[in-house]
């Protein structure tokens, strides 16, 4: 075919300059591909820390409204477990009544920062349009306190304790394909069952197993019950996911809210799964009128509040990555256009003589278009290539990354012991630190991309090149060489 | 009115015309009526072809002399529809070329009108098939066709085994033949050469003109040819000299044609 040849030889003529103009247009390209990646890579690792904190499947959590916190000057809510020294030794006090806490364990499972749902309410928001399933759960934080012996007598006695916390889901075990333990692969034993819902069994992250040596069969002590660990789970990553999983109808039982009133029938997370991506807005929208007092989390709205180096990483490739490519990008495809045009008027004798002979300036143009197409498509390949290679370089030498998200667990404690003499109080947290291997994976999206880059780069630069040749009267064209 | 006249003789080239239809004697090819071409320079403007009225016969043999920049290039422009005149009308064979649309005027030239150029102006990327065949593109004739009459027509110059040459690889003579056989494989009806012997030594010029020559008796093109050289212009059957955008014509060594259509 004449055209290919044409278009062939011409090519060859000036391999240099193609081979320069697809180089621009590989690197800006390639840039795109590589941030692109990155970018792909760190949604996906906040898609990850996400799911290995709410599980996978969930496109939007409801929390409840969180209890107000207590003010140095309110002094401790009504119902909080506070000790208290002084000469008769320590006594741990709840709601007026005090006993002597020495060489006593004494543990609570609290809820944390999220106040109480009515479980009622689990069912009306399954019930709500386009909602395809909602589950509800308990977020606690067993705090476990040992009081020594000798603590709180005269003159002091031992140094203030420190108290063991973990954290522990109760898991509806109807819905086990919503919430938490939904992303958990069981390494050993058995998830929960709809059978287990009143047992006094749990589910053991991997890591709080191998730390405290536990396996299937062995005990571990929630709230103070004993609890028969019957399977050990692994989540997709590392980082601090729930300790235990019990069933929630035994979370309600055990758990108690901020005043220590009993949760039963109470949740303090709604997880919910939209029909479709596009009903997540919508279904936010009706939960929020439904239960106006509770915060309403979707998946996006949730990786804004994620912390830690997956943050920064997100924020470089979004920002920095995104507007250095566009600017490679007009860098190239300003070069390539002006490269297309100096050789259009390289060419002002040939384009004219091919008018001579009868061509149309549609087929020369179509003849410089076709030119540029394939040195865009020839630089958009090596741009996908620069891309891949870019995404491997960030793969291999990329840090983990890692994502926070901290809530105070809404506990209050007092001690004695201050330096001042008078008490020590602290509210512990819950800090979910998630670890995840920075992974930049190019994507068909990334490719098809590059595609329409290079597509539109060789265009860009043809219509350069082919608006100079409209103009071109072959009679000028004929008389600047003559 | 710049009118080129002089007297005939009714001696007519040998040869058919592309549809293979006999040549018909006496019928015209180009009426120029008035034709005048102003370029815009700066803030002047300047007449290259001034009020010229000129005909020229199906088949006949014109050669236009004239110093640079007198408008020898512009008239053979104006007659090859590679631009257009300021004022007055240019017919080519009943066909009013002042008016036609671009696309018709494209399809015209790649049809009836054959070009040869002092540069050779081949494509240098091209063969020398490539850029003969180039010339039978527009026309849309299939390739097995187009690769016959490539061959044929590098033949017909001598050329056949040059076919794969580019043009950086043959001589000039070699350029300008392929130059003609680019121009002549559509069978035009006109062949305009703008001094085609330019930029060639003696001997090949000789060679060049001699295969004009040939070609135009025994094809019966219509051919116009400016040159600078007297001597091949006294070969042709009439002699324009184009001096200040004005043509006067004269005699040439050959049989001038019929003095009926001498006059614009």
Redesign the interface.
Known sequence: MFFITYLRRELRRRMRQAVLIALGLALGIGLVVTVTAASAGVKKAQADVLKSLYGVGTDITVTGKPPRAPTSASGPPKGATTFQVGPGGAKVCQNGKCENAAGKTIAHLTPGNYGPISQSKVAEVAGLKNVAAAAGGLVLTDTGVKIPKNFGGIGGGSAPPTPTQFNVDGVDTSHLSLGPLSAGKVTSGRSLTSADATSNVAVVDSGYAITHKLKVGSKVSVAGHDFTVIGIVSQPQGGSPPAVYIPLARAQALATGSTSKSLKNKVNAIYVTAASAADISAVQSEIKHLLPADTVTTAASLASQVTGSVSSTAKLANDLGKWLSILVLIAAFAVASLLTMSAVGRRVREFGTLKALGWRSRRIIAQVIGESLVIGIVGGAAGVVLGFAGAAIITSVAPTLTGDLTSPTGQHIQAAGGSGGGPVSFSPTASHTVAVPMSASVTAGAIALAVVLALAGGLLAGSFGSWRIARLRPADALARVA | MNTGGMEPDATQPRGRKPDGTNRQENTLMYQLTDVTKLYTKGRHTVPAVRDLSLVIRDGEWLAIQGRTGHGK??LL?LL?M??RPSSGTIDMDGKNLTRLP??QA??????S?G?I???F?L????SAA?NV???L???GVR?AE?RRRVAAALDSVALGDRARHLPGEMSGGQQQRVAVA?ALIKEPTVLLA?EPTGNLDEDTRDEIINLLEKLWRERGLTLVLVTHDTAIARRAQRVGVMSKGLLTIQAGDRPAPASDLMTG
């Open positions: 290039s512009t422009n090859g590679l631009d671009g696309r494209s399809r015209l030239r790649a049809k009108i070009f150029f002092q540069t102006n494509v240098p990327t091209l490539e065949e180039a010339a593109i527009p026309l390739a187009r680019r703008d």
